[in-house]
């Protein structure tokens, strides 16, 4: 039996099941397949093809530029790296608010065309029609709420959200809409650890928290931002596993001072 037949695949049943046990939920973003490879391989649970490829790949200052055809793009890279994690893909902005069988027409691109597991999108009732066409049409749903980097102008900044008892109050309302809906999870982020924790006590489904305490039921990092290589991006919530910034920078400085100083190839690496 070849080693490929003995991994079992994370499903978007083994998650509700995850939480029930109590075992928390990895999840990094990936965006490539090289990446995707190795964060599968490091054996997280759950892979997010995040529209912060918009920043961390592309450079903008915001998740909104990115394209329904560049999420695509990437998540194919992604699913062909992966053999065990759950993929799941953004919907980027304008793809789902207009109206639901818009979104339906995104989610179903995206389902289609990266073989990718699930999709996931920002806000609460305001695009629970959305949502429920989605669910209805088979497709799994990841809900988004708290800091939603998608309504960033709206919301005015990165802040931490959910400080005041009636944004709280709407945020509680809209997590057991979205369970009722039929999302099988949601991400929960930049909100006080203790509304994290009781959200995540109301509903059956899982919570992943970024930003948001360690009572959510998993946990996300931007892949880029865990291993060091975004200098200068420290927010409170992040924590660095590696610092690859100053290893890549360092490592490249060291190979254009051995070409310069013809110290590369050296005969053992010429033909």
Do not use: W
């Not at 490929?4 to 509700?16: A, Q, R």
């Not at 394209?67 to 998540?75: E, S």
Request: aromatic share 6%; proline share 3%; charged share 20%.
């Amino acid at each position: 039996m070849s080693i490929h037949s003995e991994i079992k695949k994370v499903t978007t049943t083994s998650l509700l099941k995850m939480k029930a046990k109590g075992e928390k939920i990895s999840m990094l973003t990936a965006y490539d397949f090289t990446t995707a490879r190795m964060v599968d391989a490091g054996g997280v649970d759950t892979i997010l093809v995040g529209d912060s490829a918009a920043n961390v790949m592309a450079g903008y200052a915001t998740t909104l530029p990115i394209t329904l055809d560049q999420m695509i793009y990437h998540a194919q890279s992604v699913v062909r790296g992966v053999q065990r994690a759950l993929v799941i893909v953004d919907l980027p902005f304008g793809t789902y608010q207009s109206n639901p069988e818009k979104a339906l027409e995104s989610a179903i691109r995206i389902m289609k065309e990266t073989e990718a597991n699930a999709i996931k999108l920002e806000g609460g009732a305001e695009v629970a029609d959305s949502i429920k066409k989605i669910v209805d049409a088979g497709i799994p749903v990841m809900g988004h709420l708290g800091l939603t980097p998608q309504s960033v102008n709206q919301l005015g900044g990165y802040g931490l959200r959910a400080k005041e008892d009636a944004e709280a109050q709407k945020l509680l309302q809209d997590a057991q809409l979205l369970q009722e809906i039929g999302c099988f999870g949601l991400v929960l982020e930049k909100i006080p650890a203790a509304l994290a924790k009781q959200v995540t006590e109301s509903l059956r489904i899982p919570t992943i928290g970024i930003g948001a305490g360690v009572d959510c039921d998993g946990q996300v990092l931007v892949y880029h931002d865990m291993v060091g290589m975004n200098d200068g991006f420290a927010p409170k919530f992040l924590r660095k596993y590696l610092h690859l910034y100053a290893e890549i920078t360092g490592a490249i400085a060291q190979y254009v001072k051995d070409v310069k100083e013809k110290n590369f190839p050296n005969e053992a690496e010429s033909y």
